[in-house]
């Protein structure tokens, strides 16, 4: 028996799905208002999605594959200066824009600890990349720099979230280039 077809749009239920547990958190959005954002019942949410660590899952990892293509394509850039100050600026912007909930739910929410360190780590890559390359010190320590720029990015988040603009944002990201080494 192939059962009933579902009367949704997968895609779009996970992208309301996304917005519900950006704005809220996992801990604060209940099944029950996920399913009256995503306009299905509590039966169609479970087959679909198994339940809300289930439709979490895949929210996330949807969430984290679009944040990483804005990544990769900072990170693309010639010097590791441009490729940071394009994935601050970036941030800054994205953490403000108005056509979705403020901050990053990758940056803010405790259960994506792992999607932060894979930041981490490309962001750590890239700048080997920069100290091989000769645009950053040798003795640049590359796991603390990108430590820190994971930090910066969290902080943004954070400022967005209390209601800064994107002025602010930007404001940080010059203050963190102050602190980026020059290669000399």
């Known amino acids: 028996m192939a059962g009933r077809p579902r009367s949704f749009d997968r895609d779009a239920a996970l992208a309301v799905a996304v917005q519900q547990f950006w704005r809220e958190g996992y801990e604060e959005t209940s099944v029950a208002r996920l399913t009256a954002a995503m306009g299905v019942s509590p039966p169609s949410l479970y087959a ?35 490729a940071v100050l394009r994935m601050l600026q970036d941030t800054a912007r994205a953490h403000t824009d108005t056509a979705t909930p403020p901050g990053c739910l990758m940056l803010t929410e405790p259960r994506l600890a792992a999607q932060r360190e894979e930041v981490r780590r490309r962001l750590g890559e890239r700048l080997d990349q920069g100290v091989r390359d000769g645009d950053l010190p040798p003795e640049t320590r590359t796991e603390q720099l990108a430590s820190f720029l994971v930090a910066v990015m969290r902080g943004m988040s954070g400022c967005a979230r209390d209601g800064g603009s994107t002025e602010d944002l930007l404001a940080i990201t010059e203050t963190a280039m102050a602190a980026f080494p020059s290669p000399r």
């Open 48 to 82: 679909a999605f198994g339940d809300k660590a289930g439709l979490f899952e895949e929210a996330s990892q949807l969430y984290f594959r679009r944040t990483c293509e804005g990544l990769d394509a900072a990170i693309a850039l010639p010097t590791a200066r441009e």
